[in-house]
């Protein structure tokens, strides 16, 4: 591959990985993400103890989004979770929602299409602190129930790998 190709090829998987809000490890024992460049940086260990301890989950989607919802109260029993009722706070907060389209569509390499935030209960807030934030890459025409059980899938191997 000649040079100006490699250079085109690096560029667009940084502007990806730019959109996409992807999460990467952190080295520091805090479970948190933080976000420098639209790129959030997470600790998987600190995020996957916050998990284990935690005993009811809240679901977040956007407004009318049922079948999303129920993927989460899914995803969460399997996580052997209680979800908690509609208008209360759990220990986490499970959002899944669409990300903003950047309008750009190069090759068949993908956009990120959806993320998954957990956030860890912290009172007065809306939803607290994030802990993790899973991102799904895939082509912009994919219907959005499809997009949904690839990132929950994508989210339980991450967790089966642990």
Same mark, same amino acid.
């Given at each position: ?96 929602? +669409? ?23 912290? +009172? ?15 082509? +912009?025409?994919? +219907? ?19």
């Amino acid at each position: 591959m000649s040079g100006y190709w490699m250079g085109c090829v690096v560029v667009m998987l940084g502007a990806l990985v730019a959109a996409g809000g992807v999460a990467r490890a952190q080295s520091a024992n805090e479970a948190r993400c933080t976000l420098e460049k639209q790129v959030y940086t997470c600790n998987w260990p600190a995020f996957v103890r916050q998990l284990d301890k935690a005993h009811t989950v809240a679901v977040e989607t956007e407004s009318l989004d049922r079948f999303t919802a129920k993927q989460l109260r899914e995803l969460a029993g399997e996580l052997g979770k209680t979800v908690a009722p509609e208008d209360e706070l759990g220990d986490l907060t499970f959002l899944l929602i +669409p990300m903003q389209s950047t309008g750009v569509h190069i090759g068949p390499g993908g956009e990120p299409l959806a993320t998954l935030r957990i956030y860890a209960a912290l +009172p007065g807030t809306p939803r607290g602190t994030l802990l993790w934030a899973e991102t799904y890459t895939g082509q +912009p025409d994919r +219907p959005w129930a499809a997009t949904v059980h690839a990132l929950i899938q994508q989210f339980q191997v991450r967790l089966q790998k642990h």
